[in-house]
């Protein structure tokens, strides 16, 4: 590449200037396939898979994948969408800056494998975003508990609820209001990792509906995390229990704190 420019700037200075600009000219335009092949890629993964076809299937993945190709195309990140696992192969994945798992629930692989190349891609330094329901996926393998940060255990009915700030400092919360009010599946999340730092929480005491749950719902914290960041076997790991609505990704709201979770798991500043 520096080579390149240094061939630019000589041609700039040559006597015959038609030749130097067609010497420019065509020296730019082999630059496009550089700058496309630089520019960070992400995955956003969705499969939502149960042998007997009764697992929960949200309304709101087309939402969520057309939120973040808008992302991408505002923050120059490439994205890709799939919910196909056979797309998790050592050598296919070299190509991901961040995986997000975008509401896919239950199985989301379908060979050992495939969960290999997941895990030799977070051991790798890079980096991985779930959303929502993304905390309901692998339920049998402990491993995917500790690197999302936790497991997905039940949900009162929704309603509106206040979330809290817990850490102003992380760039995903950062310019969000201290206190906000929200309408969403509320998640408990258990088998919570100790390491994980949460940015938003809700006081659950103030949830209704806690008493038809089947959890013990004095066992989770009071204040509640719905979302949070850590770093896992070399990897950046952000999750958002928020999301259920389809009509809330083009909230500013959340929108912005999805972009910037994928762009702090990217280690790329806003």
């Known amino acids: 590449m520096q080579e390149l420019l240094n061939r630019i700037c000589a041609a700039m200075h040559s006597r015959r200037p038609k030749s130097a600009l067609q010497f420019v000219l065509v020296a730019l335009v082999s630059l496009v396939p550089l700058i496309a092949t630089a520019q960070p890629r992400v995955l956003v993964y969705t499969r939502n898979y149960t042998p ?4 929960y299937v ?3 993945i087309a939402a969520s994948v057309d939120a973040m190709k808008k992302m991408g195309a505002e923050k120059q990140f490439a994205v890709d969408a799939s919910d196909d696992p056979s797309i998790f192969t050592e050598s296919n994945l070299k190509k991901y800056a961040v995986i997000v798992f975008s509401n896919s629930n239950d199985q989301a692989f379908s060979t050992n494998e495939q969960r290999d190349a ?6 790798s330094g890079r980096g991985f975003v779930g959303i929502h329901s993304a905390s309901g996926s692998e339920r049998d393998w402990p ?3 500790s690197m999302l940060g936790g497991k997905f255990a039940a949900h009162p009915k929704m309603q509106p609820f206040i979330v809290v700030v817990a850490d102003a400092s992380f760039p995903a919360v950062r310019n969000l209001p201290a206190r906000f009010e929200w309408t969403d ?7 919570l990792n100790p390491d994980i730092r949460p940015v938003l929480v809700t006081d659950r005491s103030k949830l ?9 719902v004095a066992s989770f914290p009071t204040m509640l995390p719905l979302a949070w960041y850590h770093e896992f076997d070399g990897g950046r790991e952000f999750y958002l229990a928020l999301g259920h609505n389809k009509e809330d990704y ?13 762009l702090w798991a990217m280690k790329l500043k806003e």
């Open 118 to 123: 997941f895990k030799h891609f977070i051991e």
């Open 58 to 60: 949200h309304d709101n």
């Open 52 to 55: 007997d076809g009764k697992g």
């Open 250 to 262: 083009v909230s500013p709201t959340l929108y912005g704190i999805i972009e910037k979770g994928i």
């Open 185 to 191: 599946e509320c998640y408990f999340s258990d088998h």
């Open 208 to 216: 209704v509906g806690t008493d038809q749950m089947k959890v013990d």
């Open 143 to 145: 491993w995917y508990w």
